[in-house]
């Protein structure tokens, strides 16, 4: 059974930097695509940022130059560095895994 644990979130004021991550288990790893979205209060679900299985890597407009993706094969994970954050970067931030969504890790922008 496929698992996918976020974590790293909290609150960080704007212009702070945050990390997440992101483990997946039973699965083979380095066979997907791994994919960050976010969910704003009252906001659809949307697309953040993507690493291919041979580290190629793609963003969404507005974290383009400040957010940044990666995956580490030995621990099964996903991360996404952020830096200079701003208040409407506040979201539940989600990773998903072969279609495979976690429960999120809420990150909050705020002075």
């Known amino acids: 059974q496929v698992q996918v644990v976020e974590s790293g979130g909290g609150l960080v004021q704007p212009g702070g930097s945050l990390r997440l991550s992101c483990v997946a288990s039973?699965?083979?790893?380095?066979?997907?695509?791994m994919y960050w979205y976010r969910q704003a209060p009252g906001d659809q679900r949307e697309w953040v940022a993507r690493i291919s299985v041979n580290g190629a890597t793609s963003y969404a407009d507005p974290v383009k130059g400040r957010f940044t993706i990666s995956r580490d094969g030995a621990t099964n994970t996903v991360y996404l560095r952020m830096n200079n954050l701003k208040p409407e970067d506040t979201a539940v931030y989600y990773c998903k895994i072969a279609g495979v969504w976690g429960e999120g890790t809420l990150v909050t922008v705020s002075s």
């Open positions: 039973g699965i083979r790893f380095s066979s997907y695509f």
